[in-house]
């Protein structure tokens, strides 16, 4: 199984990033995926995950109403549109795949992406 994780870059506050993750190796379309990000000296928290169907959509207080998260599953693709970025989304992102419904416990996840560093200047 392999989760490739991208589009992360260097972004001005008030700024927008999508991010990818690219899945194979696995029946995508029977998975919950999740971003999880971790800035550094803190703990990997839950950003937002969604269902494998797509119908259902969790988010993370803290990005709730910026931050969307969907998923193409004809292409193996699950997304992050983060917009009005803030100093404090800085941090490494993570997609993240686990069977059944999704939660907001990284140790529930079982398959994990590689990461991709987004920063948000002031």
């Known amino acids: 199984v392999q989760l490739q994780a991208s589009g992360g870059g260097l972004v001005q506050a008030g700024g927008s990033l999508r991010l990818s993750c690219a899945a194979s190796?696995?029946?995508?379309?029977?998975?919950?995926m999740a971003w999880f990000r971790q800035a550094p000296g803190k703990e990997r928290e839950f950003v937002a995950a969604?269902?494998?169907?797509?119908?259902?959509?969790y988010y993370a207080d803290s990005v709730k109403g910026r931050f969307t998260i969907f998923r193409d599953n004809a292409k193996n693709t699950v997304y992050l549109q983060m917009n009005s970025l803030k100093p404090e989304d800085t941090a490494v992102y993570y997609c993240?795949?686990?069977?059944?419904?999704?939660?907001?416990?990284?140790?529930?996840?079982?398959?994990w992406g590689q990461g991709t560093q987004v920063t948000v200047s002031s």
């Open positions: 993240a795949a686990k069977t059944g419904v999704p939660f907001s416990s990284y140790r529930l996840y079982q398959y």
């Open positions: 190796g696995l029946t995508f379309s029977s998975y919950a």
């Open positions: 969604i269902s494998s169907s797509g119908g259902s959509t």
